[in-house]
C-alpha cells in the first residue's frame, strides 16, 4: 500500500544548535511545567509571524499515546475481576446473536447480529459502566449515553448479569414484535425503560448529542435545572465518522465550551466491507478535525506492553515506524501471528528489530492496542471527565471481532455462563 509522498524535512545545517533549543524545551518542561513552556512556543511562533516567516502548520501529534505512563490515573477497580466479568458478557453477548439465528434455520439463520464490535469495545465500556457513569438518582440527574448502536448485544449482556432482563428475552434477540424479545438496537420507542436516545441512524447520534449537550448548559445557565455534573457521553464507529452528520456540529460544541461533552470514536480501522483508510490513517485524520475545531483530543493506541519498548525508543525510530505504518497494514498484522509481526513491522528498521529480540513471537504478538487495556481507558476516561473549558474527543484504537472472541473464549470458564 502507498500513500501521497509527503513533503521532504528541511535539512538540519547545525544539528548542535538544534540539541541546545531542544534542551533548553526540556528544562522549561522539568523546571516551570508544560504551562510555561507552552507560553513560550506560542510567542516565539508569534515572534516568527511577526518577520513573515511561512510557518508548517499541523492539527495533528504523533502516532503515540496523548497520556504519558506517569500521567495516568490509577483504576481503582480490581481489574482481574472486572476481565472475568466482561469474559462473561462477551461469551454471552456472542451466544445471544447465535442462538437468535439457529431459531429458523430453513430461513438461513439470516436474523443477523454484530458480535465484533463489541468485543471491540468491551474495555470501554466496562470503564465507563463501573467507574464512571451515572443513573439518575436524588444525588446526580444521571449521564446521557448515546451507544454505539452495532454493540446493543454487549449492553444486553451485561443488562442480564445484573439481573435486569431475563434468559427468554435474550433468547428473542431482534424479535421484539411480541414484547418478549430485544430490539436489534438502541430503540426506546420499544424499551423505553431501557434505552436513552436511538442511535443507528448512523450520524445523527453525535449531532443529536452535540445539541443535547448545549440543551444542558442552558438549562443549567437559566437556573432551569442543576446539570452541572452530568455528562453526555457519545460512542461511535472510526467509519461511522463519515456521516456528514458526525462531524456537521462539531465547531459549534468547541465554540459553546461544551465541557460536559465526551465523544469515544472506536477506531478499530474495520468496517463492514473493509479497512477504513486503508491507505492512510484514520486517526490522525480525526485529530485534525476535532483539534482544528476546538476539541480536546485524547489518543489511546498502545497498551502497557508497548510502553517499555517506547521507553527505549531514544532515537525515535520506534515512533516513526508508528507513524509511517498505514491502517491497511495494521490490519494485516492482526491477521496474521506474532512471527508476521517481527518480520513486517520491527523487521523494517533494524533497530526497531534489535528493539524487541528479547521477546518471542507471542510476546508479540500479546503487545495490545490501547482500546484493550483496562488501566489505560480508565486513565483517558479520568483526563476526559477532569477537562474544563472545551469538549473532549477520545480516539481509541482497538481490534474487531475475532481475536477478541477466541481470548474471551480462552478466559471464560468451562461451566460456561447460561445465555
Known sequence: MTAATPQQPVQDLDSQETREWMDALSAVIEK????????????????????????PFS????????IEPTEEARCPGNIEIEERLRAYMRWNAMAMVVKANRHNPADGGDLGGHIGSFASLAHMFGAGFNHFWHAENENHGGDCLYIQGHVSPGVYARAYLEGRLTEEQLLNFRQEVDGKGLSSYPHPKLMPEFWQFPTVSMGLGPLMAIYQ????????ARGIANTENRKVWVFCGDGEMDEVESLGAIGLAARENLDNLIFVVNCNLQRLDGPVRGNGKIVQELEGEFRGSGWNVIKLLWGSEWDSLLARDKDGALRKLMMDTLDGDYQAFK??????????????????????????DNDIWNLKRGGHDPQKVYAAYHQAVNTKGQ????????VKGLEWARRARARTPSTKPRS
Open 32 to 55: 516551570a511545567g508544560p504551562e510555561r513552556a507552552h507560553f513560550l512556543l506560542e510567542g516565539l511562533l508569534e515572534e516568527a509571524r511577526q518577520h513573515s516567516i511561512d510557518l
Open 59 to 66: 492539527a495533528t501529534t504523533g502516532y503515540v499515546n496523548t
Open 213 to 220: 449537550a448545549r440543551f444542558l448548559k442552558y438549562l443549567h
Open 335 to 360: 491477521a496474521n501471528d506474532g512471527a508476521y509481526v517481527r518480520k513486517h513491522f520491527f523487521g523494517r528498521d533494524p533497530r526497531t528489530l534489535e528493539m524487541v529480540s528479547h521477546l518471542s
Open 391 to 398: 469538549p473532549t474527543v477520545l480516539l481509541i484504537k482497538t
